[in-house]
């Protein structure tokens, strides 16, 4: 159920009732602008990811500065950025069972719309439901870079698997799907170089191999918000597809510059906005935001610009703080802002981003997309 705004446009910060989930729009705006101009002089593509944010709003903000497109994991998220008029989509995933491949070639006549595959059932699905709808599917084959989660083998097996596609006459051979996510959190960048490289030469050879069989491969997509400044160096991906970069969150910013400091390539944006409800003991409060207001799948959340506190512990209605001393600790309903620890899933537990600017509240834009797995 849809629940109210937790507050109104033109309110002050501190009438936001809590949990809230809230965007600051300068640090937001920002870490649009750098991811665009970083990739500018590349010639690398920003396809953003939707998973992140779950939003039209946002993604319209990222296509307005140069964005081609916006890729999704779901089959409902593809449907409510359609629906929102986001023209371009990539399902950067596999997607198995006939009536969701119905739901997607359905899209086809509103957006266009692409899935990846990575064996040849998947591909013989998907070209029945286009057939069933009336439409050509693009499909780009996934290849694994080293991940080990879902792709086929680089090289011979992914050509196979894209001369299948180019053979259907319900499809379209749209490239190779390339994207390493167990990078994107090495600490260090000589580790994320690394694994990169070697998902770069994978792609490169498989490029190569599709050309010898006549295939041109317009798409390699992959890189997130961890590793996308070396897959745009690497001459081979033509698509990046970051998502978290709009927000960051605590966990993103554990990785490591060359320096050995915290990478500050973008802002924190995001924040849970969360009120001490309970002030048991000195030095210790309790906030109203546990495990139903903030993911800890990636660490527990950081208390904004307050280094003396932390949230050391989660409960499914409260977060516990500790305070470096007994006068530090934050009084009774006081408001206090957390980075989260993974911003994909935090966000997919509220209803409503809350803009603010200079202290007050700017906007209000709905989480259109949150729960939508199927």
Same mark, same amino acid.
């Given at each position: 159920m849809l629940q109210p705004p937790p507050a109104e446009p033109g309110a002050p910060e501190a009438e936001i009732d809590t949990p809230a989930l809230i965007l600051d729009l300068d640090a937001f705006e920002a870490n649009l602008d750098r991811m665009a101009a970083l990739l500018a002089p590349t010639g690398t593509?920003?396809?953003?990811?939707?998973?992140?944010?779950?939003?039209?709003? %946002?993604? @319209?903000?990222?296509?307005? @500065?140069g964005a081609i497109g916006q890729c999704v994991q779901k089959v409902a998220e593809a449907?409510?950025?359609?629906?929102?008029? %986001?023209?371009?989509?990539?399902?950067?995933?596999?997607?198995?069972?006939? @009536?969701?491949?119905? @739901?997607?070639?359905?899209?086809?006549? %509103?957006?266009?719309? +692409?899935?990846? +595959?990575?064996?040849?059932?998947?591909?013989?699905?998907?070209?029945?439901?286009? *057939?069933?709808a009336g439409v050509r599917l693009p499909v780009l084959v996934e290849i694994d870079t080293g991940a080990g989660r879902c792709g086929v083998a680089p090289g011979p097996d992914a050509v196979a698997l894209a001369r299948r596609i180019a053979a259907s006459k319900h499809l379209i051979f749209g490239g190779l799907q390339a994207y390493h996510g167990s990078a994107q959190h090495k600490r260090t960048p000589a580790e994320r170089q690394a694994l990169i490289a070697g998902a770069a030469e994978g792609a490169?050879?498989?490029v190569e191999q599709l050309r010898q069989q006549g295939l041109d491969c317009p798409i390699v997509g992959g890189g997130g918000t961890g590793s996308f400044e070396f897959?745009?160096?690497?001459?081979?991906?033509?698509?990046?597809?970051?998502?978290?970069?709009?927000?960051?969150d605590a966990d993103y910013a554990r990785n490591?510059?060359?320096?050995?400091?915290?990478?500050?390539?973008?802002?924190?944006?995001?924040?849970?906005?969360?009120?001490?409800?309970?002030?048991?003991?000195?030095?210790?409060?309790?906030?109203?935001?546990?495990?139903? +207001?903030?993911?800890?799948?990636?660490?527990?959340?950081?208390?904004?610009?307050?280094?003396?506190?932390?949230?050391? #512990?989660?409960?499914?209605?409260?977060?516990?703080? *500790?305070?470096? #001393?007994?006068?530090?600790?934050?009084?009774?309903?006081e408001k206090l802002r957390l980075v989260p620890g993974h911003c994909d899933p935090t966000v997919d537990r509220y209803d409503w981003y809350v803009g603010v600017r200079g202290g007050r509240v700017a906007c209000l834009w709905p989480v259109a997309a949150r729960g939508a797995m199927a």
């Amino acid at each position: 159920m849809l629940q109210p705004p937790p507050a109104e446009p033109g309110a002050p910060e501190a009438e936001i009732d809590t949990p809230a989930l809230i965007l600051d729009l300068d640090a937001f705006e920002a870490n649009l602008d750098r991811m665009a101009a970083l990739l500018a002089p590349t010639g690398t593509k920003l396809r953003a990811h939707a998973k992140t944010h779950k939003s039209p709003v %946002i993604a @319209r903000l990222q296509m307005a @500065r140069g964005a081609i497109g916006q890729c999704v994991q779901k089959v409902a998220e593809a449907e409510v950025l359609a629906w929102g008029g %986001i023209p371009d989509i990539l399902v950067s995933n596999e997607v198995v069972g006939a @009536r969701k491949l119905a @739901r997607l070639a359905a899209l086809a006549g %509103i957006a266009k719309v +692409a899935v990846c +595959a990575d064996d040849a059932p998947q591909i013989d699905a998907i070209a029945a439901a286009a *057939e069933a709808a009336g439409v050509r599917l693009p499909v780009l084959v996934e290849i694994d870079t080293g991940a080990g989660r879902c792709g086929v083998a680089p090289g011979p097996d992914a050509v196979a698997l894209a001369r299948r596609i180019a053979a259907s006459k319900h499809l379209i051979f749209g490239g190779l799907q390339a994207y390493h996510g167990s990078a994107q959190h090495k600490r260090t960048p000589a580790e994320r170089q690394a694994l990169i490289a070697g998902a770069a030469e994978g792609a490169r050879r498989t490029v190569e191999q599709l050309r010898q069989q006549g295939l041109d491969c317009p798409i390699v997509g992959g890189g997130g918000t961890g590793s996308f400044e070396f897959e745009a160096g690497s001459g081979v991906f033509t698509e990046i597809q970051a998502g978290s970069y709009a927000f960051m969150d605590a966990d993103y910013a554990r990785n490591l510059d060359a320096a050995g400091q915290p990478v500050s390539t973008f802002r924190h944006a995001l924040f849970v906005l969360a009120t001490v409800m309970s002030a048991p003991r000195p030095g210790v409060a309790v906030l109203d935001a546990g495990h139903k +207001a903030v993911a800890v799948d990636s660490g527990l959340p950081v208390v904004w610009q307050r280094p003396e506190l932390r949230y050391v #512990s989660a409960s499914d209605e409260h977060g516990k703080l *500790e305070a470096g #001393s007994e006068t530090a600790a934050p009084k009774l309903g006081e408001k206090l802002r957390l980075v989260p620890g993974h911003c994909d899933p935090t966000v997919d537990r509220y209803d409503w981003y809350v803009g603010v600017r200079g202290g007050r509240v700017a906007c209000l834009w709905p989480v259109a997309a949150r729960g939508a797995m199927a």
